[in-house]
């Protein structure tokens, strides 16, 4: 992958400038109640600014990717209101969508699909002319080392591989903002790593990102602001330092650890009942 501080490869234009909002998303007192009654989300208020790089972090079942689903059109919130750069994202989400590249946890690729046709594809949803189209597929194999897989289905690529061709996906139309739903799941250390420094890189260039992630170190070296999400609820806001404050401990670590009611598991207490 092509994707280190020493490379000399052109900055890859990840978004179109455009005249806007300050703000790139922002959710006002948003709720979502499923028919079963579960309530995933209780007036969830939010503002993530252009250019940040945002963490939402919290436990399987806190909210995550419910607030996810309802900003990218695949839920629609019981209550409140979701902007996109200023566009609403829930009644009149046609801008919004636009604005948005969404690469969610699972692999959600055609298999049927060859690397090259999935970005392609892609981009001719989002009204991108055949020539631009090409030039874009190129620009992104090249970026994410998968030049040598374009004619390859996506079914036979290694699970890394799937990955890449995932986060290209969802770059492709050049979005103002990324949203990354636990984007190094399950991969190995050198891959997540790769995809630590690309992400950077996208988020220097101008794209507002949103990542959600279980690896609390991700959030720590990568986000700028974060998030606690508990029970459908934003409980705490700030950047790693303020967090630790907060919940009065040493680390962002520790702090995710007291919001779970999990303190004993700190790894400042390891060895402390040690004969």
Not at 55 to 75: E, F, R
Not at 158 to 169: N, P
Not at 211 to 229: G, V, W
Request: charged share 25%.
């Amino acid at each position: 992958m092509q994707l280190s501080s020493e490379t000399s490869s052109p900055p890859l234009n990840i978004a179109t400038p455009r005249a806007g909002h300050d703000i790139a998303l922002k959710a006002i007192n948003v709720s979502k109640r499923y028919p079963t009654g579960v309530e995933a989300l209780k007036n969830v208020s939010l503002e993530i600014g252009e250019g940040d790089f945002f963490g939402l972090l919290g436990p399987n079942g806190a909210g995550k990717s419910t607030l996810i689903h309802c900003s990218t059109g695949l839920a629609r919130p019981t209550g409140g209101e979701i902007e996109i750069f200023g566009s609403d994202a829930v009644d009149h989400y046609e801008a919004a969508r636009e604005a948005v590249g969404l690469a969610p946890q699972d692999i959600n690729l055609d298999w049927f699909l060859t690397v090259a046709e999935t970005l392609d594809f892609h981009g001719g949803y989002f009204g991108m002319r055949k020539k631009e189209r090409k030039e874009r597929v190129d620009e992104l194999l090249e970026a994410f080392s998968l030049t040598d897989k374009r004619h390859e289905r996506t079914r036979t690529l290694s699970g890394g591989m799937k990955r890449r061709v995932v986060l290209a996906r969802a770059l492709m139309h050049r979005p103002r903002l990324l949203i990354l739903d636990e984007p190094t799941a399950g991969v190995d250390v050198e891959l997540r790593l790769e995809l630590w420094q690309y992400v950077q890189q996208v988020n220097t260039e101008g794209t507002t990102i949103l990542l959600t992630t279980h690896y609390l170190e991700e959030a720590e070296q990568l986000c700028n602001k974060i998030a606690f999400i508990n029970g459908g609820e934003i409980v705490a806001e700030g950047t790693s330092g303020q967090l630790a404050s907060k919940f009065g401990v040493s680390s962002l670590e520790d702090a995710y650890l007291a919001l779970v009611g999990r303190k004993e598991l700190s790894r400042a207490h390891v060895g402390e009942d040690s004969p």
